[in-house]
């Protein structure tokens, strides 16, 4: 949001280079979005097959209710999926969690006429579309680079310093 602001203001970004980044699956083309349900839900009859018959219904309604709220939320007929965070965090992590998730639903690209760099991961992750599949209608100029690894862990371990060369 910052390199449009810059370029509006007659004082372009030096370079924009994004990590793997989203915008919200409202953002995405119908095809993209589509997909990414077709992933979540093989996902899903995975992790299911891994449980035991007494925890598959519990399981089963939670991603029926998260897949209801994702669908209508597309529609715009529900307001953005709130989750907490996965882990255990104190209060004031969790209000930051929050809002970055405020943020990604309230946020509208808007096109970017000068030179972008993408560097998507390899794997990617099942809840996530394809970065690369995203960003060429919104950057006339796009770069694409490809680091090893999956959303996380592009720039963990090994992987960082790949990453970190295609940065710079």
Request: hydrophobic share 45%; net charge positive; charged share 20%.
């Given at each position: ?114 030179p ?15 970065a ?5 209608r ?25 990453a ?5």
């Open positions: 949001a910052v390199a449009p602001r810059l370029a509006a203001a007659g004082t372009p970004a030096a370079s924009l280079t994004l990590l793997d980044t989203q915008t919200n699956s409202r953002q995405w083309p119908l095809q993209v979005w589509l997909e990414v349900l077709g992933r979540r839900a093989r996902y899903h009859r995975e992790a299911l097959a891994r449980q035991s018959w007494r925890e598959r219904f519990a399981y089963a309604a939670g991603a029926a209710k998260g897949f209801k709220r994702l669908v209508f939320w597309r529609l715009g007929l529900e307001p953005a999926p709130q989750r907490e965070a996965r882990v255990p965090v104190p209060p004031a992590l969790q209000k930051g969690y929050e809002a970055t998730l405020e943020a990604i639903a309230a946020y509208r690209p808007a096109r970017y006429d000068y972008v760099t993408l560097i998507a991961s390899e794997n990617g992750h099942p809840r996530m579309a394809d690369r599949r995203i960003w060429p919104y950057a006339q100029q796009l770069k694409l680079h490809t680091a090893p690894g999956t959303h996380f862990s592009m720039i963990a371990g090994a992987n960082v310093a790949i970190a060369k295609l940065v710079s």
